[in-house]
């Protein structure tokens, strides 16, 4: 079992940033990749980011690459999302995830095997 456990959301206007943190435990995350989706009112869920543990290959959806970027702390057992030049149409409720197969997290109807309980993250224009 993987427990995630995001934090960093919060209130920004547009053009601000948020870093998204998100701490595993129960195992190494060794073999894994771990990722990001959201999921904004009334929408479905959306993949955002996704990182290889092993080999730190990352993966963006479209509209988030240039200004969002994951990186990781492989002592801490965490994955961060450094979230630049935001806007309106970025809020909504971030969930951490991982999946042995990066397939099944990039796939929003799957979104991974272990998902975090979310962070909000709010962005005004």
């Known amino acids: 079992q993987v427990q995630l456990v995001e934090s960093g959301g919060g209130s920004v206007q547009a053009g601000g940033s948020l870093r998204l943190s998100c701490a595993a435990s129960g195992r190494r995350l060794n073999g894994y990749t771990v990722g990001w989706l959201r999921q904004a009112p009334e929408k479905e869920r959306e993949f955002v980011a996704a990182m290889t543990w092993s080999g730190g290959s990352t993966y963006y959806t479209d509209s988030v690459k240039g200004r969002f970027t994951m990186s990781r702390d492989n002592a801490k057992n965490t994955v961060y999302l450094q979230m630049n030049s935001l806007e309106p149409k970025d809020t909504a409720i971030y969930y951490c995830?991982?999946?042995?197969?990066?397939?099944?997290?990039?796939?929003?109807?799957?979104?991974?095997?272990?998902r975090g309980q979310g962070t909000q993250v709010t962005v005004s224009s």
């Open positions: 995830a991982a999946d042995i197969s990066t397939g099944r997290l990039t796939d929003p109807s799957v979104g991974g095997r272990y």
